[in-house]
């Protein structure tokens, strides 16, 4: 029987051997990431998915190492894998479900999230499939600050190149709230952006403020957004005009963060415009799909009294969902200004469902620049209700004239899954020679 440092071992002699055979065969990568197939409810699921699809196609072979589909809350079975992907699924546990008496845990066992408990199974396991696939890079993916603690581990033991998706900033001024857990995110981070042989982030905006936070390293970060699947597309109607003899239809497809997307000073600006008779319930519907937070919504639209233009929906799979979007009259996007180097990975699906869009979310933020670049002009902050009135009035009208823009064609296609794999491919094929110094 190997002992742990045996196995250590063979697991380096696998990952140097694995390397020096990189030009004679398809290159391989482990992929480390909590959102994956069954998990429902997270557009986040998308861009591993997707990423792993496309791959093969320029020369890299995938593994995903993820948790026990028993840990998600919600799951969808209509999402197909690749035949071909090997998916290792490693149990965990959720503090607030598995470790509460009467609703409370102890804080210790959520650090760095709730999920922390996946690092002791991932890291054996993932141990398990370097040695058996003898992969040439690792890849490890945020929100969940535990994979990248995984990717840390993997990539110090076997000294392989490690390329770590951010998506979007991890300790920030006020999150998160509970000062240990923002050390334990700070902790994370650093070690992160010191191994890493590059960092990814989604927007422009979040990459810059690494750059600036971690100078030395700024030459290893680099940008690549989110996107659409053209695949899920393909066979769907095309959008059309709005329908005479009903009210506008205005959809917000995905959660509603009660702090990142309050839309306080949405139901705010409709109680103006109901008080003004500038706009009716008879002319606009907000249908708000799969929003999580209803009963906040609902709240909400109380305290305004707007709860008649407003109507919630269930969660549909991702394929009727992008329908959904298509056969709206138009697209909601909301996005606070403290998230202005985030953009909502909804929005390139958004962009590709070819409807008018209305951006409440800060102009000067990487939302409201990534709409601008999409040409599309009613755009108002999130925080603001009387700009949001006026903006509501404005879009409406011009709705009904025929003359709000949709987006341009020429943007849209750049934002393909495909393409932003290709961007991957290319980081990955740039780390396979780099060996960064261990932290």
């Given at each position: 029987?190997h002992?742990v440092?045996?196995d250590?071992y063979?697991?380096v002699?696998?990952?140097?051997r694995?390397a020096?055979?990189a030009?004679?065969m398809?290159?391989r ?5 909590f959102h994956?197939?069954p ?6 699921i ?5 990423f ?7 020369g890299?072979e ?9 840990i998600?809350?919600a799951?969808?079975g209509s ?5 071909e ?5 490693v149990?965990a ?10 609703k409370?845990y102890?804080?210790?066992l959520a ?6 408990s996946w690092w002791w199974s ?7 499939a370097?040695?058996?696939f ?5 890849w490890?993916t ?5 994979a990248h603690a995984i990717?840390h ?7 392989l190149p490690w390329?770590?998706d951010f998506?979007?900033?991890m ?12 050390q334990a995110?700070?902790k994370?981070?650093s ?5 890493a042989?590059r ?12 750059r600036a936070?971690?100078?030395?390293y ?8 989110n996107?659409y699947?053209?695949e899920m597309f ?9 329908r005479?003899g009903?009210p506008?239809?205005l959809?917000?497809?995905g959660i ?14 409709l109680q ?10 008879d ?6 799909r ?6 906040r919504?609902?709240e909400?639209a109380?305290?305004f009294r ?6 919630i ?6 394929r009727?969902a992008?329908?959904?979007m ?5 697209l909601?996007v ?9 953009i909502?990975a909804?929005l390139?699906?958004?962009l590709r469902?070819?409807r008018?869009?209305?951006g409440?979310a800060?102009?000067a933020?990487?939302?409201g620049?990534?709409?601008r ?7 108002a902050?999130l ?12 879009f409406?009208?011009d709705l ?5 823009p949709?987006p341009?064609i ?5 934002g393909?899954?495909?393409a932003?794999?290709s961007?991957l491919?290319s980081?990955?094929d740039?780390a396979?020679?780099?060996?960064p110094?261990?932290?």
């Amino acid at each position: 029987m190997h002992t742990v440092a045996a196995d250590y071992y063979i697991v380096v002699l696998s990952a140097n051997r694995a390397a020096a055979s990189a030009s004679m065969m398809q290159k391989r990568v482990l992929m480390v990431a909590f959102h994956f197939p069954p998990m429902r409810g997270s557009s986040g699921i998308q861009r591993t998915l997707r990423f792993a699809r496309y791959l093969p196609e320029f020369g890299w072979e995938p593994q995903i190492l993820t948790v026990h589909s028993r840990i998600y809350d919600a799951v969808d079975g209509s999402e197909k894998l690749p035949p071909e992907l090997v998916v290792h699924r490693v149990p965990a546990f959720d503090a607030a479900r598995h470790f509460a008496i009467g609703k409370r845990y102890p804080s210790f066992l959520a650090r760095p999230d709730r999920w922390a408990s996946w690092w002791w199974s991932a890291v054996p396991a993932g141990l398990a499939a370097i040695r058996a696939f003898r992969p040439h890079a690792l890849w490890s993916t945020y929100p969940i600050a535990t994979a990248h603690a995984i990717g840390h581990t993997l990539a110090r033991i076997t000294r392989l190149p490690w390329i770590a998706d951010f998506r979007d900033p991890m300790a920030q001024d006020g999150y998160p709230t509970d000062p240990a857990q923002w050390q334990a995110f700070s902790k994370i981070e650093s070690r992160t952006i010191g191994r890493a042989v590059r960092s990814i982030f989604t927007t422009p905006g979040a990459a810059d403020e690494y750059r600036a936070r971690y100078p030395a390293y700024a030459k290893r970060i680099d940008v690549i957004e989110n996107g659409y699947d053209e695949e899920m597309f393909r066979g769907l109607p095309e959008a059309n005009a709005k329908r005479k003899g009903r009210p506008i239809v205005l959809l917000h497809s995905g959660i509603v963060y009660p702090l990142d997307r309050d839309p306080s000073a949405l139901f705010q600006a409709l109680q103006t415009l109901r008080a003004s008779g500038d706009i009716s319930p008879d002319e606009l519907r907000i249908v708000f799909r799969a929003p999580v937070h209803e009963d906040r919504l609902l709240e909400l639209a109380d305290r305004f009294r707007v709860r008649d233009f407003i109507a919630i929906g269930a969660y549909l799979p991702y394929r009727e969902a992008l329908e959904e979007m298509i056969d709206a009259d138009a697209l909601l996007v909301m996005q606070a200004a403290t998230c202005n180097q985030q953009i909502p990975a909804k929005l390139y699906e958004y962009l590709r469902a070819g409807r008018p869009i209305i951006g409440l979310a800060d102009p000067a933020g990487d939302t409201g620049a990534a709409l601008r670049s999409a040409g599309l002009i009613h755009i108002a902050a999130l925080e603001d209700p009387q700009a949001i009135a006026m903006l509501l009035r404005d879009f409406v009208a011009d709705l009904l004239a025929g003359r709000a823009p949709v987006p341009s064609i020429g943007h849209v296609r750049l934002g393909s899954r495909r393409a932003r794999t290709s961007e991957l491919a290319s980081v990955l094929d740039d780390a396979i020679p780099a060996t960064p110094a261990a932290q």
